[in-house]
């Protein structure tokens, strides 16, 4: 099952900067991919695949609109399922016999909150952040779930204050997931979890494709491969525990026989189109 990609096309008025790697700090860039919804550069010292210069944060944050909105709630049923079958498949259901008060979890992009929800009417203590502000709201009124309206840094969560932490298909749309990932760390408790979901750049359908990679839309700011998500988690202190990928071909790319052979063939070998990374926050008095 596969999806497309929402994607908007950026305003022309859009105001953007030059930065720093956020992966490894560097300054030096080569040409990656020249696409037609922009031109993603890599770095020279980690590899990692970026825009730069990239759109300023309060320009990225007017394109989560009501177009999105109703894009989300078009989709909110089958979105659902692939980030349960992608916890499933990192082993996350060996966590539902924990104590409730050990149970606290925090989606962020969680769009109108169906994945919280769900583990809330099975005894969790779920929460969520949305930058669409549509979407937040209507996760609030329709689903058993609190949703915060804004960014997670605008959330302002106390210190250690959750045990598990979910993105799926966020990190990609984030100008500086260094501080993003540093934000996680900052509320996760000592030896919790962030299950983070992301496109693998250094998967089959990426290296197929190239720049018509499916993936390579305007509002993918940075591209990570299963080595600079982990440089970059590392980088913040996290422990990499398990990455998993999936996905072979997407729908309409070839017959059924064919991506039902690429997807069965893609998952041992790491070269699934998404991956999920579980990180680790050491516990206190680990080295």
Not at 109 to 131: H, I, K, M, Y
Not at 169 to 195: A, Q
């Amino acid at each position: 099952m596969s999806y497309k990609t929402f994607s908007k096309t950026p305003d022309i008025g859009e105001s953007r900067v030059m930065i720093d790697c956020p992966c490894c700090g560097g300054s030096q860039f080569k040409i990656h991919w020249k696409a037609d919804q922009g031109i993603w550069h890599r770095c020279l010292s980690c590899s990692l695949i970026l825009q730069n210069p990239q759109p300023v944060i309060e320009d990225i944050l007017e394109r989560y609109d009501s177009e999105y909105f109703e894009y989300e709630t078009e989709n909110e049923d089958g979105f659902l399922n692939l980030m349960l079958m992608g916890l499933h498949d990192v082993g996350f259901s060996e966590w539902d016999s924990l104590d409730s008060e050990d149970k606290s979890f925090l989606d962020i992009g969680c769009a109108t909150g169906r994945l919280g929800a769900f583990l809330n009417d099975s005894g969790w203590n779920a929460q969520g952040v949305e930058v669409c502000r549509e979407a937040a709201a209507y996760g609030n009124k329709h689903y058993n779930i609190e949703i915060f309206p804004g960014t997670l840094n605008e959330a302002c969560f106390p210190d250690e204050h959750f045990r598990f932490v979910h993105s799926s298909h966020v990190i990609e749309h984030v100008n500086r997931p260094d501080l993003f990932l540093n934000e996680i760390f900052r509320i996760l408790k000592p030896g919790g979890l962030y299950y983070c979901a992301t496109p693998n750049c250094s998967g089959f359908q990426a290296k197929l494709f190239a720049h018509k990679w499916r993936s390579a839309i305007a509002d993918h700011l940075c591209l990570f491969s299963k080595k600079t998500l982990r440089l970059s988690a590392e980088s913040q202190g996290f422990r990499v525990l398990k990455t998993k990928t999936w996905g072979g071909l997407g729908e309409g790319y070839a017959p059924a026989f064919l991506k039902k052979a690429a997807d069965k063939l893609v998952k041992p070998l790491g070269w699934g189109d998404v991956m999920m990374m579980v990180l680790q926050k050491p516990s206190d008095g680990d080295s």
